[in-house]
């Protein structure tokens, strides 16, 4: 994990990521993003989950999600982002986007998800999380009329 240096949700706990580069697949930048934020190289990475966000300003994200469990090198702070290692049990979820605790226990239990999220800047409004046959596993609104 990482706390995020700049950009949007700085401040935050979060995973390394960013945009797909072109002629990049999501794997690839996934690789790339990891190096050019922590400065390791991760092995093997297993997609695990595709999330889409939107918020009320227009702005949306579609993220792949990525574990991997092995990488060469040894993590450094960058100019995005300070390295952070957690316990499983101790994640702290607190600090990170509210979307976070929705999805991530189940990434890390192996399981596959797919998140629907809106936001009004970093204030989760609704939250849908589904498996891979596209049954419910997470839902939450804040607002009555959804």
Not at 53 to 67: A, E, K
Not at 100 to 113: K, T
């Amino acid at each position: 994990m990482i706390r995020k240096k700049r950009g949007l949700g700085a401040g935050k706990i979060n995973g390394p990521g960013g945009r797909i580069e072109p002629g990049e697949t999501s794997r690839e930048a996934a690789i790339r993003e990891t190096r050019e934020e922590l400065g390791i190289e991760a092995l093997s990475p297993e997609l695990r989950g595709e999330l889409h966000f939107q918020f009320l300003d227009g702005y949306s994200l579609h993220c792949s999600v990525f574990v991997s469990t092995e990488f060469v090198g040894q993590p450094i702070e960058t100019v995005e982002a300070v390295p952070l290692w957690t316990p499983l049990d101790a994640i702290p979820y607190e600090e990170m986007w509210a979307d976070d605790i929705c999805w991530l226990p189940r990434v890390l239990a192996g399981e596959r998800v797919r998140g629907f999220f809106q936001f009004s800047n970093e204030t989760m409004i609704t939250c849908e999380v589904l498996d891979d046959e596209g049954e419910g596993l997470d839902t939450f609104s804040s607002n009555p009329f959804l």
